[in-house]
């Protein structure tokens, strides 16, 4: 029995002595927007049918999640050459694009991608 009890405490500490913390949470605005990688935007937005790419600045691209917050990848991330907002009046977070991540990969679906009782 104090084997058993032994294996408990160390799978309730474990997690917490790792550093794992579970999902990122996102940020407030785009400037507060949780830094990630693809692979942890992928996993925070594996259960909504969609999210947003809302632009990119010299560093970053920024995303918007209902209910789930903003988030940033560095520009070093592989994603596909989305229309760019540079060098116009608009800021990021003025206008969206629909993008899911299907098979670890960034894509802008087309029209008619999603039903419409899907959101």
Do not use: W
């Amino acid at each position: 029995m104090p084997r058993f009890s032994l294996l408990i405490a160390i799978m309730t500490i474990l997690p917490f002595a790792s550093g794992c913390s579970g999902s990122p949470r996102g940020g407030a605005n785009v400037g507060t927007a949780t830094q990630v990688t693809l692979e942890q935007l992928s996993g925070v937005t594996a259960h909504l049918p969609m999210f947003y790419y809302i632009g990119s600045d010299d560093e970053f691209h920024f995303f918007r999640g209902d209910g789930i917050g903003y988030f940033r990848l560095t520009r070093s991330e592989s994603i596909p050459e989305f229309p760019s907002m540079d060098g116009s009046d608009i800021s990021i977070d003025e206008i969206a694009l629909f993008v899911t991540i299907k098979d670890g990969k960034l894509t802008a679906p087309g029209p008619g991608a999603f039903p419409l009782g899907e959101f």
